[in-house]
């Protein structure tokens, strides 16, 4: 079989924030299906590195950042298996992906509604697809649903309508520039457990996104007051920090704010980026406990 070459450079892996989030129904297979607008931050995110290993070797993970000590290891991790996928799905095409020895430097908190190890996952499966043919990159675009839900509009990374169990994924022709805060108040929330606590599966859908996009944030504002996160107060009665972090979010502010995923990361919308600046030295300064995503704080200096 014909060996892959992955390239050598970094591929930075965004965070997903969930503008809008909707649990519509429930299959047989336990899957919820959802309707939900995505954006990325250019702003917030781990990196990805691989090289090749001797064919007699293993894949091999290693692992810096602030919240290095906080990623499962070992089969438990979505990068390893997301490796494993794309050798599976090469093979069906002659290539061989060689055992990698795969980096990443983790400074997106972990369970925390932002896709952190999904967006791990996408990056290491774009270095791969980045080399390979493109009906290979179509097979391990449709295969990566099964590593997790965020997976394919990650590995997309555009912002984005989703739906299904979030295999469906369909860019927004138009989005304006955000200013966007992300803060986390520390708190990890496990996305199982916030399923388990929804109150129903098969909530009212998400009000048609104009085909056209959103021109300016305004029109954005304007769409998301009228959509919802789902999963928000099943998240808030496992941590009621959520709130907090809101609310606080607003007094800054933030001229919309709202939970991310199945949380405990809040996004804030601001006017424009010296409000967003101002807000983040303030929060910062309050509760240097949290995590923010703003690059002019120390939490964030990994954009590669």
């Known amino acids: ?53 001797a064919d007699d070797e293993s894949d091999r993970l290693t692992i810096d950042g602030r919240f290095a000590r906080r990623v499962p290891m070992g089969g438990e991790n979505i990068v390893l298996k997301a ?50 043919p493109p009906e290979a990159r179509r097979a391990m675009a449709e295969a990566c649903v099964h590593l997790g839900a965020d997976v394919p509009m990650c590995l997309v990374g555009r912002p984005a309508l989703v739906t299904g169990i979030g295999e469906e994924v369909t860019p927004i022709a138009t989005m304006p520039r955000l200013s966007m805060l992300l803060v986390n108040p520390g708190r990890a929330v496990e996305t199982p457990a916030v399923f388990r606590m929804l109150a ?6 998400m009000t048609a996104a104009p085909a056209a996009g959103f021109d300016d944030v305004d029109a954005l504002v304007a769409f998301l007051a009228e959509s919802r996160n789902d999963l928000a107060l099943a998240a808030g009665s496992i941590a009621p920090e959520i709130e907090a972090v809101r609310s606080r979010l ?24 010296k409000s967003l600046a101002e807000a983040a030295r303030m929060i910062a300064a309050e509760e240097p406990g949290w995590w923010l995503s703003h690059p002019g704080q120390a939490t964030q200096r990994n954009r590669p």
Not at 200 to 205: K, L, M, S, V
């Open 1 to 53: 079989m014909e060996a892959l070459i992955v390239p050598a450079e970094p591929r930075f892996a965004p965070a997903k924030v969930n503008l809008a989030l909707h649990v519509v129904g429930r299959r047989p297979d336990g899957y919820h299906r959802l309707e939900s607008l995505v954006v990325f931050d250019s702003d917030a995110g781990d990196t990805i590195t691989a090289r090749a290993l």
């Open 83 to 132: 490796a494993a996928l794309a050798r599976t799905e090469l093979k069906r095409f002659g290539l061989d992906l060689p055992p990698l020895d795969i980096g990443l430097s983790k400074h997106l908190p972990v369970a925390a509604g932002i896709g952190g190890g999904s967006a791990d996952a996408a990056a290491l499966l774009a270095l791969v697809s980045s080399v390979a």
């Open 200 to 205: 129903r599966p098969d909530n009212p859908p």
């Open 250 to 273: 607003i007094a800054a502010g933030a001229i919309f704010a709202r939970m991310s995923g199945s949380g405990a990361t809040v996004f804030g919308l601001f006017d424009d980026h």
